[in-house]
């Protein structure tokens, strides 16, 4: 660390921009588990498909040449717990070679534009400037000396080898042979082309795909939650339409939100029948259903009820664990937002604020539903 003190540069970044106030502060870093990016910054500025580390501080820096700055700001947090470091410490400063050699050639190959702004390595110290200026070449050199000669002390031949061989390395290999600055700025402009084409296509693109699913299995249903779990986008729509979430924040929402899950089905699949036990809540997303019964004397079967977009069912398992009186049938293809009674109450110990809110729907909701019924 003497020559290569990367850890002392971010400590003291961090000290200086995550300790002290004011609470919202311009940012030459970012921490990519924790960034909050507007999608209209997104579709300007795309992330560099060239960059295999360190992807979140280079978005900071190609912001600025678009002329965005990125605000730190101290009260939010993230705990990061990464795997154990598999890799010798040769390999793993080989990688940063590569890294911040890429990140310099920005700078190295910038040439004035219009409505583009020029930045200095100054603008982004002491972290990642420090690793951005003419002398990154120098600090690559005595590190690597210093590494060497303790791995040769240690008798680890090999790994002294491979330390040498990063110095050959950053000298005619880790140095882009291409003008990283055009490329970053000609992927940008197909970048812009390309979701400029596709902005209105959304719903398009959705029946096209809609159409061509045959067979809804088991593991097209599995791979669409994946999707919707990963992209979030549908589900926080559905949540924020539904009535019984009206009154609720968008963070009290986001907490249901991570622990729901959609599924389809299709017309006469029944949810759950009379008799069973099903401990899930189901907000219906499209389609309807009818609510059946037994008539106790001549055994008919009753529609009780119906149910459509925007309804919710079945929240009184939240307290009751006993078999389901009626069956649940869908009339149409529907999907159902499901959310699963042992994750809710999870949050409902936690968090009191949000356990009164639901609480206090679902209880009116049955009342409700005990009127009509009367």
């Not at 002392?8 to 004011?22: L, M, Q, S, T, V």
């Not at 982004?124 to 060497?148: C, E, H, R, S, V």
């Not at 110095?167 to 992927?187: E, S």
């Not at 991570?258 to 389609?287: A, R, T």
Request: hydrophobic share 35%.
């Amino acid at each position: 660390m003497t020559y290569w003190d990367r850890f002392g540069r971010k400590r003291e970044a961090f000290d200086n921009i995550i300790g002290k106030e004011p609470r919202l502060k311009k940012t030459p870093f970012a921490f990519g588990g924790a960034m909050v990016i507007h999608r209209n910054l997104m579709r300007i500025v795309p992330f560099d498909p060239e960059i295999t580390r360190g992807e979140d501080t280079d978005y900071v820096m190609n912001s600025r040449i678009f002329g965005f700055n990125f605000y730190l700001d101290n009260t939010l947090s993230i705990k990061h717990l990464p795997p154990p470091k598999s890799h010798p410490v040769w390999k793993r400063f080989r990688e940063d070679i590569y890294r911040f050699l890429y990140g310099k050639s920005k700078f190295d190959n910038q040439v004035e534009k219009i409505n583009l702004h020029y930045i200095n390595p100054e603008d982004f110290d002491p972290y990642p400037g420090q690793f951005m200026k003419p002398d990154l070449g120098d600090k690559i050199f005595k590190t690597n000396i210093i590494l060497a000669l303790d791995y040769l002390a240690n008798n680890e031949i090999e790994a002294c080898k491979e330390t040498v061989q990063n110095i050959y390395l950053a000298r005619y290999d880790a140095i882009p042979h291409t003008d990283t600055y055009q490329k970053y700025l000609d992927f940008q402009n197909n970048w812009r082309k390309v979701l400029e084409h596709t902005k209105d296509m959304g719903n398009t693109l959705k029946d096209i795909i809609k159409s061509g699913l045959i067979i809804k299995h088991d593991k097209y249903l599995e791979e669409k939650n994946k999707f919707l779990r990963e992209s979030g986008i549908d589900k926080n729509v559905h949540f924020e339409k539904v009535v019984l979430f009206r009154e609720f924040t968008r963070k009290e929402i986001r907490q249901l939100f991570f622990i729901s899950e959609i599924i389809h089905m299709e017309k006469d699949e029944y949810v759950f029948k009379c008799g069973e036990q099903n401990k899930c809540i189901y907000i219906i997303l499209q389609g309807n259903l009818k609510v059946k019964k037994i008539h106790s004397i001549t055994g008919d079967e009753i529609i009780v009820s119906e149910l459509h977009q925007g309804d919710h069912f079945n929240e009184t398992s939240i307290f009751f664990d006993e078999p389901h009186s009626v069956s649940i049938q869908a009339t149409t293809p529907i999907e159902l937002l499901v959310i699963k009674n042992d994750r809710l109450k999870e949050i409902l110990f936690q968090n009191n604020e949000l356990s009164t809110k639901i609480l206090w729907m679902i209880s009116r909701k049955l009342s409700e539903r005990l009127i009509q019924t009367t």
